[in-house]
């Protein structure tokens, strides 16, 4: 991988979820079990329905809210809460990814699926929550989730960064495309790379390590 792939780059964009952690510590399963039930009390379904509605909506919309809230009209804030409301016992603070982040030149972003509270959380726990300059959250692009353009043409109109000198870092490669077509340089961030599409323009499965060999 070229270090001068990136040297344009002045905006460096982290996902969280599976991104700024390894995927090891399942995390996201606390998530979805909260999810899963939310779901089942809020439209009166039982569990096994409920769980495949948060599939189901995660496939079709980008994330399970997104679904909720085109099928159902459900309120966003109320969601977001109460699925976050999770144990963060299972993170623990990464000194050597926070020192590849803190060496990028440029300013250094979050922008996430989930909300911005929960998210702070998480960087907080891992450490790096003294890194990023801004932390947007899916109530920051109008509850439009990734993968939609929308959702990341909304975020760029509200930071002002330029895509053309830009890279975004996630561990869903559905998640890259938007982002790609927008001219943004692309990093998937997983443990495999099965056949990655045409918008991704690179693999980790080491975020430190890919960082450091940047700088």
């Known amino acids: 991988m ?3 792939a990136f040297s344009h780059v002045d905006t460096w964009v982290f996902d969280l979820d599976n991104t700024l952690y390894p995927p090891e510590v399942r995390l996201f399963d606390q998530i979805e079990v909260r999810m899963t039930a939310w779901v089942a009390e809020a439209l009166g379904v039982d569990a096994a329905r409920a769980d495949e509605l948060r599939k189901e909506y995660w496939h079709r919309y980008g994330t399970t809210l997104a679904g909720l809230m085109r099928e ?3 309120d966003p804030a109320p969601y977001l809460t109460d699925v976050h409301d999770i144990s963060f016992d299972a993170l623990e603070p990464d000194p050597d990814l926070a020192t590849a982040i803190a060496a990028l030149p440029g300013r250094v972003l979050v922008y996430t699926n989930g909300s911005e ?7 907080e726990a891992r450490g790096l929550h003294h890194l990023f300059e801004t932390v947007y959250g899916v109530e920051h692009a109008e509850f439009r989730p990734k993968p939609e353009r929308a959702a990341f043409e909304a ?5 002002g960064f330029a895509p053309g000198r830009a890279a975004m870092f ?7 495309e938007a982002p790609r077509a927008l001219g943004m340089r692309t990093v998937h961030v997983a443990p495999e790379a099965p056949a990655l599409p045409p918008h991704v323009d690179h693999h980790t499965d080491d975020l ?6 940047l700088t």
Not at 117 to 123: C, F, G, I, K, N
Not at 208 to 213: H, K, N
């Open 170 to 176: 996630e561990d869903d490669a559905r998640n890259l």
């Open 155 to 159: 975020i760029i109109a509200r930071d």
């Open 208 to 213: 430190a390590g890919f960082l450091r060999r």
């Open 72 to 74: 159902h009209g459900v």
């Open 117 to 123: 509270p929960y998210a702070r959380r998480v960087l």
């Open 2 to 4: 070229p270090k001068d």
